[in-house]
C-alpha cells in the first residue's frame, strides 16, 4: 500500500520557519516527481514546488521563490520542505504527492499537514 505521511506543520509566526517532511512508502520511488502543493481556506489547491528524485531542475510556484527550499533523501525515501520568511498568505494545508515517471497527474498523495502563519 502506497503511503505518503507528511509531518511538521503548525503555527509560526511571520517571518519564521517550518520544515516539512513527508514520508514515501509502499513502492519504488526513485523514478518519480515529488510535488508539494498547498490549499488554503476556499480556494483551490496550488503547486508549491516540485522534485525528480532522477535528477532534473526544482521547479517553485513564483510566490514562494527564494523562501522555499525543496530536498530530499533517497535512502530514507523522505522528501521536505524548509519553509522561511513564512507570510500569513502562506497559511494552507500543505500535500506531498508523488507523480509516477511518464504520467502527467500526481498519482499517490498525502493527508496533509497544516501551516498556520500568524501576522
Known amino acids: 500500500q502506497v503511503q505518503l505521511v507528511e509531518s511538521g506543520g503548525g503555527l509560526v509566526q511571520a517571518g519564521g520557519s517550518l520544515r516539512l517532511s513527508c514520508a514515501a512508502s509502499?513502492?519504488?520511488?526513485?523514478?518519480?516527481?515529488m510535488g508539494w502543493f498547498r490549499q488554503a481556506p476556499g480556494k483551490e489547491r496550488d503547486f508549491v514546488a516540485s522534485?525528480?528524485?532522477?535528477?532534473?531542475?526544482?521547479r517553485y510556484a513564483d510566490s514562494v521563490k527564494g523562501r522555499f527550499t525543496f530536498s530530499g533523501d533517497i535512502a530514507k525515501n523522505t522528501v521536505y520542505l524548509q519553509m522561511t520568511r513564512l507570510k500569513p498568505e502562506d497559511t494552507a494545508v500543505y500535500y506531498c504527492?508523488?507523480?509516477?515517471?511518464?504520467?502527467?497527474?500526481?498519482?499517490?498523495w498525502g493527508q496533509g499537514t497544516q501551516v498556520t502563519v500568524s501576522s
Open positions: 522534485m525528480p528524485w532522477s535528477g532534473g531542475s526544482t
Open positions: 504527492a508523488a507523480r509516477r515517471w511518464g504520467h502527467d497527474a500526481y498519482s499517490y
Open positions: 509502499g513502492r519504488t520511488f526513485s523514478s518519480d516527481t
